[in-house]
């Protein structure tokens, strides 16, 4: 099924997170099957000699031991559990080794991974019109070669090797029945070997191939990454709001702070700042509201409707509205200025410094 051209931009984190919760990996068959196969032939390699030998004891003692029991209902329990119990000892460990290897297949492609989602039925599968698509599409395509090229490749090393061995073939007919197993296995050691190294080939191509087209039915078209943006970070005019929002409810309590100022220094038109000096409070003088423009003549009018003392400074105003924030206290700079304002002020109002 052809994808929607419109679909240019590269998933996002947040899509790739969603596509991993909902169990959407790139992940290949081709090489937990390459892998648990590479490591069947390694076990049997390394431990083909010790697999043969308990294979032999259990059978001896199965013969020599559970074969001369009465056949009835509590004998028969009896060669069954031993049977059961040998092999398990036997097979035991093989298959733990493929379990451990299939893990560390997936992991390596995936990482740690759980989702049951992939395990839900979804009625979107058995739409006809999308099972035609995925029968035409790149994927059915691309298997298709796969199958081709192992039948192909595989057909070819199973040939070579027999090519090898053929006259040796005809020499089994009188050979001990051990001779013969030696040789079938060592023949199919050869043989799978070939087939492993063949298949991991085939893996690489398969991972590359499968990220690839992963990656590319996760695209977003460009409303779909701006619209994710924005349910992450918030509608920028929603967030224009906000602001706007919170810095009319700053302004409004920097406004309340004014009535209890000491004095307002302007510049005196453009620029207003409301200064308190509380000795118990603080170690030197706070500014607790400054603004411009409209501002500064809200400041400027509350302070005159509460007799706040309102002194023209120039130069020491556009310092402080430079220099100090809100319900900051002023520099060390500046402590000689604004203790001369401050002088100013307390002896109008008949207060100390």
Same mark, same amino acid.
């Given at each position: 099924?052809?994808?929607?051209?419109?679909?240019?931009?590269?998933?996002?984190?947040?899509?790739?997170?969603?596509?991993?919760?909902?169990?959407?990996?790139?992940?290949?068959?081709?090489?937990?099957?390459?892998?648990?196969?590479?490591?069947?032939?390694?076990?049997?390699?390394?431990?083909?000699?010790?697999?043969?030998?308990?294979?032999?004891?259990?059978?001896?003692?199965?013969?020599?031991?559970?074969?001369?029991?009465?056949?009835?209902?509590?004998?028969?329990?009896?060669?069954?559990?031993?049977?059961?119990?040998?092999?398990?000892?036997?097979?035991?460990?093989?298959?733990?080794?493929?379990?451990?290897?299939?893990?560390?297949?997936?992991?390596?492609?995936?990482?740690?991974?759980?989702?049951?989602?992939?395990?839900?039925?979804?009625?979107?599968?058995?739409?006809?019109?999308?099972?035609?698509?995925?029968?035409?599409?790149?994927?059915?395509?691309?298997?298709?070669?796969?199958?081709?090229?192992?039948?192909?490749?595989?057909?070819?090393?199973?040939?070579?090797?027999?090519? !090898?061995?053929?006259?040796?073939?005809?020499?089994?007919? $009188?050979? *001990?029945?051990?001779?013969? =197993?030696?040789? @079938?296995?060592? #023949?199919?050691?050869?043989?799978?070997?070939?087939?492993?190294?063949?298949?991991?080939?085939?893996?690489?191509?398969?991972?590359?191939?499968?990220?690839?087209?992963?990656?590319?039915?996760?695209?977003?078209?460009?409303?779909?990454?701006?619209?994710?943006?924005?349910?992450?970070?918030?509608?920028?005019?929603?967030?224009?709001?906000?602001?706007?929002?919170?810095?009319?409810?700053?302004?409004?309590?920097?406004?309340?702070?004014?009535?209890?100022?000491?004095?307002?220094?302007?510049?005196?038109?453009?620029?207003?700042?409301?200064?308190?000096?509380?000795?118990?409070?603080?170690?030197?003088?706070?500014?607790?509201?400054?603004?411009?423009?409209?501002?500064?003549?809200?400041?400027?009018?509350? !302070?005159?409707?509460?007799?706040?003392?309102?002194?023209? $400074?120039? *130069?020491?105003?556009?310092? =402080?509205?430079? @220099?100090?924030? #809100?319900?900051?206290?002023?520099?060390?700079?500046?402590?000689?200025?604004?203790?001369?304002?401050?002088?100013?002020?307390?002896?109008?109002?008949?207060?100390?410094?």
């Amino acid at each position: 099924m052809a994808r929607d051209p419109s679909k240019t931009e590269k998933p996002t984190p947040k899509k790739i997170r969603d596509a991993r919760e909902e169990g959407q990996v790139a992940r290949s068959m081709e090489v937990s099957s390459a892998v648990i196969l590479m490591a069947s032939l390694l076990f049997f390699y390394f431990g083909g000699q010790w697999f043969m030998r308990t294979s032999k004891l259990m059978l001896q003692n199965i013969f020599q031991n559970y074969m001369l029991i009465e056949v009835g209902k509590e004998g028969f329990y009896r060669i069954i559990l031993f049977s059961l119990q040998q092999f398990l000892l036997l097979l035991g460990p093989l298959l733990v080794a493929l379990a451990v290897v299939a893990i560390l297949a997936n992991v390596l492609q995936v990482g740690f991974l759980f989702s049951a989602k992939p395990l839900m039925p979804k009625f979107s599968k058995i739409n006809m019109i999308k099972g035609f698509g995925r029968i035409f599409s790149l994927r059915s395509l691309v298997d298709l070669f796969k199958s081709l090229f192992k039948i192909t490749v595989l057909g070819y090393a199973s040939f070579t090797v027999y090519r !090898a061995h053929f006259i040796e073939f005809f020499g089994l007919l $009188n050979q *001990p029945v051990v001779d013969i =197993m030696q040789f @079938l296995a060592l #023949v199919s050691f050869q043989l799978l070997w070939r087939s492993g190294i063949v298949l991991i080939g085939l893996a690489i191509f398969d991972y590359i191939y499968q990220r690839w087209e992963w990656t590319q039915d996760l695209k977003m078209t460009k409303d779909e990454v701006k619209d994710e943006f924005k349910q992450m970070e918030g509608d920028p005019q929603q967030k224009a709001r906000i602001r706007s929002l919170q810095m009319a409810a700053a302004r409004q309590r920097m406004m309340h702070e004014v009535p209890r100022a000491d004095v307002v220094i302007t510049n005196p038109i453009h620029l207003a700042i409301a200064l308190i000096y509380d000795k118990k409070k603080s170690q030197a003088p706070v500014v607790v509201a400054k603004g411009t423009g409209v501002i500064a003549e809200n400041i400027k009018k509350v !302070a005159r409707q509460h007799q706040v003392p309102v002194v023209e $400074n120039k *130069p020491l105003a556009r310092l =402080m509205f430079k @220099l100090v924030k #809100v319900n900051e206290m002023i520099p060390a700079d500046l402590y000689q200025s604004v203790a001369e304002v401050l002088a100013y002020v307390y002896r109008l109002k008949g207060k100390k410094l």
